[in-house]
C-alpha cells in the first residue's frame, strides 16, 4: 500500500475506532462475559453446553479459560452464536492511529538528529534551536511521508 492510500486507511479506520461506543464501558467483567451472560439469562451450564453440543465440564472450563484471558476466538465465538450474541473482536489503539503514526516519525527524526548533534559538538560545532527545530520538522515530514515497514524498525 502507497503512503497516500496509507494515510486515507488510518483516517478512516481511525473515524470508525472513535465512532464506536466508548470503549472503557466495555471492559469484560471479572468472570468473562459467557458467564455473566449465561446466569443474566438464567441458563445453567448444562443447558449451555448442550446447545454447544459439548460436556458441563467443558463450559466450566470455557468460562474459567475466558476469566484468565487464555480462551481461543473460536471458542467464544461458538459460545456467543450458542447465547444468542454477536461475538465482536477489535484493537482499540490508545490514541488516534494518525498520532501514534506522527508520533513515531517523531522520535526517529530526534534520533537521527541526535547522532549529527553528537558528531557536530565532538567537532566543536553547534546548531541554532531554530534551525534544529526545522530540521526535526524537515526529517519528520519526510519520514511521514514514506510512512511504511521502515517507520516501525527499531532504529
Given at each position: 500500500?502507497?503512503?497516500?492510500?496509507?494515510?486515507?486507511?488510518?483516517?478512516?479506520?481511525?473515524?470508525?475506532?472513535?465512532?464506536?461506543?466508548?470503549?472503557?464501558?466495555?471492559?469484560?467483567?471479572?468472570?468473562?462475559?459467557?458467564?455473566?451472560?449465561?446466569?443474566?439469562?438464567?441458563?445453567?451450564?448444562?443447558?449451555?453446553?448442550?446447545?454447544?453440543?459439548?460436556?458441563?465440564?467443558?463450559?466450566?472450563?470455557?468460562?474459567?479459560?475466558?476469566?484468565?484471558?487464555?480462551?481461543?476466538?473460536?471458542?467464544?465465538?461458538?459460545?456467543?452464536?450458542?447465547?444468542?450474541?454477536?461475538?465482536?473482536?477489535?484493537?482499540?489503539?490508545?490514541?488516534?492511529?494518525?498520532?501514534?503514526?506522527?508520533?513515531?516519525?517523531?522520535?526517529?527524526?530526534?534520533?537521527?538528529?541526535?547522532?549529527?548533534?553528537h558528531t557536530m559538538a565532538l567537532e566543536d560545532q553547534s546548531v541554532e534551536a531554530a534551525d534544529d527545530a526545522a530540521q526535526l520538522e524537515r526529517l519528520t515530514r519526510k519520514?511521514?511521508?514514506?510512512?511504511?515497514?521502515?517507520?516501525?524498525?527499531?532504529?
Open positions: 500500500m502507497d503512503s497516500p492510500s496509507r494515510a486515507t486507511a488510518r483516517r478512516q479506520l481511525d473515524k470508525r475506532l472513535n465512532s464506536a461506543a466508548p470503549i472503557d464501558t466495555l471492559q469484560r467483567p471479572p468472570q468473562g462475559w459467557v458467564k455473566a451472560i449465561r446466569e443474566a439469562l438464567g441458563m445453567t451450564t448444562a443447558q449451555l453446553a448442550h446447545r454447544l453440543g459439548v460436556s458441563q465440564p467443558r463450559v466450566i472450563a470455557l468460562e474459567k479459560a475466558e476469566a484468565r484471558g487464555v480462551v481461543s476466538l473460536e471458542s467464544l465465538s461458538r459460545a456467543a452464536q450458542a447465547l444468542d450474541c454477536r461475538f465482536v473482536y477489535v484493537l482499540v489503539p490508545r490514541k488516534p492511529l494518525e498520532a501514534l503514526v506522527d508520533e513515531r516519525a517523531t522520535l526517529l527524526a530526534k534520533k537521527r538528529l541526535a547522532s549529527t548533534r519520514l511521514l511521508e514514506k510512512s511504511g515497514p521502515a517507520l516501525w524498525d527499531d532504529a
